[in-house]
Structures are given as C-alpha cells and as structure tokens.
C-alpha cells in the first residue's frame, strides 16, 4: 500500500523530497500535494496548513485519491514538552491525545536502524507558544505538542487505516517561541506571512530570534526526511 503523508506546511517535507526519486505534482484540492516514489513505495504528501480542521481536509482528499487504501503518516514538526527532548530529535507517538474532543488513538511504531523517542503527543489547535504554556501541557503527561495529528488520526481510524505519527522537535520545552504565532493565523487558520513579519517588527528584539528559528526549521526538516527514509511501515 502507499503511504500517505500528511504536514502543515510543504518546508515539512523538504528532508523527504530529497531521498526520493522526481515529485509529481498533484491537482488536489489542497494547498500542496505531490507524489514521489521512495525505495519503490509510492508517496502522496499533502499540506493544507495548521490546525485539525485544515488537517482533516487535507487526509480526506488524499485518502479519496487513494482509492481509501493507505498507510497513514502524520508528521511535521512538534513542540517538545519532555525536557529531555532537544531540537532536531526525532518523536514517535504511540499515542495521540485530541485537546478538543478528549478522545486518544494509538499509533503504531515504524521499524528503523536509527534512535528516535517515543511517547504521548498532544494535539491541539494553538502553538504552545510560550515555555510556561508547555510545562503546564506536561503535567497532563504528555512528551510533546503538535496541531495536526489527532484529526489525521480521526480520518484514518475512520477508514480502518494503519495510522503512524513521526514528528521532529523544533523548540524544546524550555524556548518561548520569538513571536505569538497563534495571533498571525488569517481567517482560514494558515498562519500569514504577513502577519508575522509585522508581528517581528513591532518587537525588533524578535527579529534575530525569528531568523534563526526559521533555519532551525529547516534544519529539522532535513533531519526528519533522512529518519523517513530509514522507516518500514
């Protein structure tokens, strides 16, 4: 079966695109979709943006345009909340806790030659923007925070999928992000680049901070596409 990956944003898939063979473009109705070919396995990536409502919508339709038969990835970056957790590691969820419904699905575990954690991730629909934020989502027993998985999660236990959620940390516990990402999402709930540049240039003291974080992301990426690869599902 194919593998059907599901991010926020394309830059989550960078690390990916960059061990598989030419991406096809796809005219799906989300923001982005392509398919590629990976150790003779297809892929369909979809992002739609951040939140579990534009997630749902971006694992329906891939999933319709799969005939309904996939294996179903979340993945992306994630917030750690473990303190043990740094930049760059990589975290697989066993389980996956929706804030908004309360309900939990598992998720399996891939099999790789390389070290990853594993623990419960939290999802909700709001950056843990702030280290005060994130300790008080850990002491709900959580390792880590994303937007995006449950409702992935919700789509494929509705399809009888097998469901798997491998994410990259961006921020450890400890970092306050640079800006309040959570006040730079238009109406639609995709974050504006606008927004945040003008968000950084009401707070200068933000600028440098913001600069790195986005090569930090990108780094992440790259990390998270190389531990892909490794993965049998």
Not at 48 to 57: K, N, V
Request: proline share 6%; glycine share 8%.
């Amino acid at each position: 079966m194919p593998v059907v990956a599901v991010a926020s944003q394309p830059l989550e898939f960078l690390g990916l695109l960059r061990h598989a063979g030419g991406a096809r473009r796809l005219a799906w109705p989300v923001a982005y979709a392509r398919e590629l070919l990976l150790h003779g396995r297809r892929w369909f990536l979809a992002a739609h943006g951040p939140g579990p409502r534009l997630a749902a919508a971006a694992a329906e339709a891939a999933l319709d345009r799969c005939g309904g038969r996939a294996i179903v990835l979340s993945t992306g970056f994630c917030g750690a909340l473990d303190p043990s957790l740094r930049t760059g590691d990589i975290f697989a969820a066993r389980e996956i806790f929706d804030a908004s419904e309360g309900r939990r699905f598992p998720a399996a575990i891939p099999q790789t030659p390389q070290a990853f954690h594993q623990g419960r991730l939290w999802s909700q629909d709001r950056v843990a923007v702030s280290a005060r934020e994130k300790s008080a989502l850990r002491q709900q027993g959580a390792d880590a925070v994303d937007m995006e998985a449950a409702a992935v999660a919700a789509e494929a236990a509705r399809r009888n999928a097998g469901f798997y959620c491998i994410r990259v940390v961006s921020d450890p516990a400890a970092q306050t992000l640079p800006v309040d990402f959570n006040a730079c999402r238009g109406p639609d709930g995709r974050f504006s680049n606008s927004r945040i540049t003008f968000a950084a240039l009401m707070h200068p003291n933000s600028l440098i901070p913001l600069v790195r974080f986005g090569r930090t992301c990108r780094r992440a990426a790259l990390r998270l596409g190389e531990f892909l690869a490794s993965c049998r599902f």
